[in-house]
Nanobody
């Protein structure tokens, strides 16, 4: 029902910045929460950032102070601004949505992922 499409990934040098975008088919403002996850080779998928209805946000300790999740209601798009990138940030990044009518114990919709590679 809800479709998410990520974009903006690519290759960037350490210390650089990148902004990921996630366009949603549903209305983001009606969602319970939007989140960014990432998965590096050989590692579990981890929660990077989450924005809940009401505007509260949380970040993984590893990215706090460097990454920012935000939403543009007019464009119905969620962003992940990534600054001061490190090689350890290299991963496939996924957008996820928790929406009314979806699963109660997990994010119900996922994007296809976008590759972020940070070179040293």
């Amino acid at each position: 029902q809800v479709k998410l499409v990520e974009s903006g990934g690519g290759l960037v040098q350490a210390g650089g910045s990148l902004r990921l975008s996630c366009a949603a088919s549903g209305s983001i403002v009606s969602f319970n929460a939007m989140a960014w996850y990432r998965q590096a080779p050989g590692k579990q998928r981890e929660l990077v950032a989450v924005r809940r209805s009401g505007g509260s946000t949380n970040y993984a300790d590893s990215v706090k102070g460097r990454f920012t999740i935000s939403i543009d209601n007019a464009k119905n798009t969620v962003y992940l601004q990534m600054n001061s990138l490190k090689p350890e940030d290299t991963a496939v990044y996924y957008c996820a949505a928790d929406f009314p009518g979806g699963p109660r114990d997990r994010f119900g919709s996922w994007g296809q992922g976008t590759q972020v590679t940070v070179s040293s």
